[in-house]
């Protein structure tokens, strides 16, 4: 068996009265403040996809190197995991372990402000001593496919999962811009609800294409992930 995890929600600090910065997740409508130990793991599957094995060596690493103990790593991640912040999912290949972790998933663009990128800039060349030529690169676009463009097209009209994503490529839908729009393009049949949309995945003759596209924009940092809780 094959058990992958990734992070979901969207970071940001928030200052308090006191003048202290805050590290808070959103997911949905929640807000969730973090301790070290969940930030430790948190930053390390958000944009990354990986094994338990995998996190625990890069866990043991950070914890390391900022001071901490590294024996609260099982309890932090399940913390986590019912908080859902982390997600994870099983299955006897890779390929169908992705699947089952991305499917109902809901996809949310990011957009990497000028701002962001002359910050990135400078830390890269001033702090980091990595020459003009590579630093410059953070200043590119990222070349997308046809189904990459699809994908962000839709996520950006509409909060859709990965599933529901799939579905509006596989029936050729790229407007759903209104609820009514939404509902004719995912709910046109008698056996597609809510709560089965990811299970029909593999029915799609492009399932294979979209689903990876949709994991390569998220490691890429073009998207992060969310849940309605």
């Known amino acids: 068996m094959v058990q992958l995890y990734t992070a979901v929600g969207k970071y940001k600090l928030r200052k308090e009265p006191d003048g202290r910065k805050l590290p808070i997740i959103s997911v949905g409508l929640n807000e969730c403040a973090l301790t070290i130990e969940e930030m430790l793991i948190w930053s390390t599957l958000i944009w990354n996809i990986m094994t338990e094995d995998e996190l625990r060596k890069i866990y043991d690493k950070k914890a390391l190197g900022a001071g901490i103990s590294g024996d609260k790593f099982d309890i932090t991640l399940k913390r986590l995991i019912s908080r859902n912040l982390v997600v994870s999912e099983k299955a006897i290949s890779g390929d169908d372990a992705l699947y089952k972790l991305l499917s109902n998933l809901y996809i949310v663009p990011v957009s990497s402000s000028l701002l962001t990128k002359i910050r990135a800039f400078i830390q890269l060349v001033v702090f980091q001593k990595v020459s003009f030529s590579l630093a410059k ?21 509409k909060l859709l999962s990965s599933a529901e994503i799939l579905k509006c490529i596989e029936n050729g839908v ?14 046109d049949d ?13 029915f799609y003759d492009n399932h294979r294409e979209v689903m990876e596209a949709i994991a390569t924009l998220y490691l890429r940092k073009n998207i992060v992930f969310d849940k309605l809780i």
């Open 190 to 202: 008698d056996y597609s609800t809510f709560d089965n949309m990811g299970l029909f995945i593999k």
């Open 137 to 157: 690169n953070v200043f590119l676009e990222d070349k997308l496919n046809d189904i990459q463009k699809k994908i962000l097209n839709l996520s950006k009209q």
């Open 174 to 187: 790229t407007d759903v811009s209104t609820r009514e729009k939404v509902l004719d393009a995912l709910y």
